[in-house]
């Protein structure tokens, strides 16, 4: 069953925001990485200032719901303004279903990332949508 989550932007903040929703909703991260945990990605080192930015965290609101966010990386992703600041995050059931919705969500809109495997074990890939609209998915390929 495909769910959908939403996935908010910030640009160095991401981790003091999502301390304060989690002192709001309650619970604990389900997930929660920096950029500094990440496998090296080319051959330029990511500068010490950069490493504790948020990759990537998940916080469970309710059993189908979970409130997910990043920071920005400069360079890697536009600069943040109020209304590009969260996509729709949408986890497929499966990897056809996940390049169906990719494909349709995309048609007359942008690619801003194409659809393919990822280090921490998903298939994943990112359209803005021809009204504007920021979309994220991210088939999580079964645990072996």
Avoid at 50 to 56: A, E, G, Q, S, Y
Avoid at 75 to 82: A, D, F, L, R
Avoid at 115 to 144: H, L, S
Wanted: charged letters at 15%; aromatic letters at 14%; a negative charge.
């Amino acid at each position: 069953m495909t769910t959908v989550n939403v996935y908010l932007t910030y640009e160095g903040q991401c981790g003091d925001a999502f301390d304060f929703y989690k002192s709001a909703f309650g619970g604990e991260f389900s997930y929660r990485s920096t950029f500094g945990e990440m496998p090296p990605q080319g051959d330029q080192p990511l500068p010490d200032e950069l490493k504790n930015r948020i990759m990537h965290v998940s916080l469970p609101i309710s059993k189908e719901t979970i409130l997910m966010g990043s920071d920005t990386m400069p360079g890697m992703s536009p600069p943040i303004t109020v209304g590009n600041n969260f996509s729709v995050s949408v986890s497929p059931s499966s990897k056809e279903e996940a390049d169906r919705l990719f494909a349709a969500l995309g048609a007359g809109g942008t690619v801003t990332m194409p659809m393919q495997d990822q280090f921490w074990g998903a298939y994943f890939g990112m359209v803005t949508d021809k009204f504007g609209i920021n979309w994220m998915f991210n088939y999580e390929y079964p645990r072996q």
